[in-house]
């Protein structure tokens, strides 16, 4: 028989808060974390898109100096968050070889690369960073936090676009019930709010370009919704077996009680219409929680706010959920936070935990005018959780058709 799975640490750094405290205030609240930027090479490649969602924290108020040298600004903000969560679990006593670590990023050093690139152009291979390479691999941030702090049963990292961070934590959740870890840090990190990928998505018509009105920018399942925002950040949890948990005592803030893991093989960057590959994860997420459909009171959508995008996952919550749709309360945070990437699923899960956990939901911001394609009962002001057994979900979805589903059960 499989263990059963407990969290108990949180972590985050994010556009609407640098701390897990600070988050959750902010997500309630309905705060806006998108700004207009002011880097210069917004205006010197004249991007359409000049919004994005930066972290309220800099890593350089958290972080020495050499770490801040050694770690891809992604990294920096991967330990940040797990350094938070793992204090916040309490600093586990855990057998080394029993303790892993499985966090995520979408893109990963694409800052690293991209300037090592630069300097071999304009000073040559000798002004290359020696750690150059060590820094933009993706891997780097689940190393980086495995040294950090002595996990040893395994260092894994999970990269599939935007459904990264919440595949980090079926990863964790299988490596926990298998036995081959007691204790795992997971979750996900992004940092990619750079030219090249402002400049992409916006070729590809995927970013929204209200520039003068950043904090209105991104809004999820309203009419008037023209794309995503680029948002930065990083999320991480700590999840142990619950006998492990139990035996020293352990804060519980809630059980993720199943995970899944699908693939549409529809289109690379367009998920399936009728989201067909979504539905199969929405139930499995379920079957794998031994819970009904039902059972499900709270979902924290994926919904992006791009035109495409956010009919697709009601298609596939109205397939799964049929009538019992119009009983779940839908939170859309990427309203407040921007898309994170990599690192959207882990934050969003951390938000879903303590949904649960303090029996209220954050907001949706934005929502001024909702499509009639996607009649949900969507959160717009903080509202409070039925008490007693509750199941939320968190959804992510990514380029490539990844779909990833994590169901979060209180205790």
Known sequence: MSRKVVITGLGATTPIGGTVEELWTNATAGTAGIHLLTDDWVEEYQLPAKIAGRVTTPASEVLSRVELKRMDPSTQLGVIAAREAWADAGTPEVDPERFGVAFATGIGGVWTLLDGWDTLREKGPRRVMPMTVPM??????????????????????????????????????EMIRSGKADVVVTGGAES????ITLAAFSSMQALSRRNDEPERASRPYDVDRD?????????????ESEEHAKARGAKIYAELAGTSVTADAHHITAPDPEGLGATRALRAALEDAGARPEDVVHVNAHATSTPVGDVPEYTALKATFGEHVNNIAVSATKSQTGHLLGAAGAVEAVLTTLAVYNREMPATINLENQDPAIPLDVVTERRSLPQGDVLALSNSFGFGGHNAVAAIRSV
């Open 136 to 173: 933009l691999m993706p891997n780097s941030v689940s190393g980086t936090i495995s040294l950090d702090l002595g996990a040893r049963a395994a260092a894994r990292t999970p990269v599939s676009a935007c459904a990264s961070g919440t595949e980090a934590l079926d990863l964790a959740l």
């Open 227 to 239: 794309g995503f925002v680029m948002g930065e950040g990083a999320g991480a949890l700590v999840l």
């Open 192 to 195: 990619a709010i750079h030219p």
